[in-house]
């Protein structure tokens, strides 16, 4: 069973930064994808940034040029650095992999961006 874990959540000023990490319980480098969700209150859960096998990324346009997807295979991890935050980037940041046609889904961790 593959497990993921989100870490690296917190509280932070608007304009600050913060680096999500997420653990995968397997090496990730038999995943076809791995990404970043998140979900504000009344909200759906929408698509922030991806990664996919050949390393090519995908970002929402509202976080373009201001987060970083990236990968350590050898620490079977992907991170989501996030700069110049804004109080819309406040949500509940969940961490995917994609194998084939599942999903793989973390816990979720808590981002809170202050005015």
């Known amino acids: 069973q593959v497990q993921v874990v989100e870490s690296g959540g917190g509280l932070v000023q608007a304009g600050g930064s913060l680096r999500l990490s997420c653990a995968a319980s397997?090496?990730?480098?038999?995943?076809?994808?791995m990404g970043w969700y998140r979900q504000a209150p009344g909200k759906e859960r929408e698509l922030v940034a991806r990664?996919?096998?050949?390393?090519?990324?995908d970002y929402a346009n509202s976080v373009k040029g201001r987060f970083t997807i990236s990968r350590d295979s050898a620490k079977n991890t992907v991170y989501l650095q996030m700069n110049s935050l804004k109080p819309e980037d406040t949500a509940v940041y969940y961490c995917?992999?994609?194998?084939?046609?599942?999903?793989?889904w973390g816990q979720g961790t808590q981002v809170t961006v202050s005015s």
């Open positions: 990664i996919v096998s050949g390393g090519s990324t």
């Open positions: 995917v992999a994609e194998i084939l046609r599942l999903r793989y």
């Open positions: 397997v090496s990730i480098q038999g995943f076809n994808a």
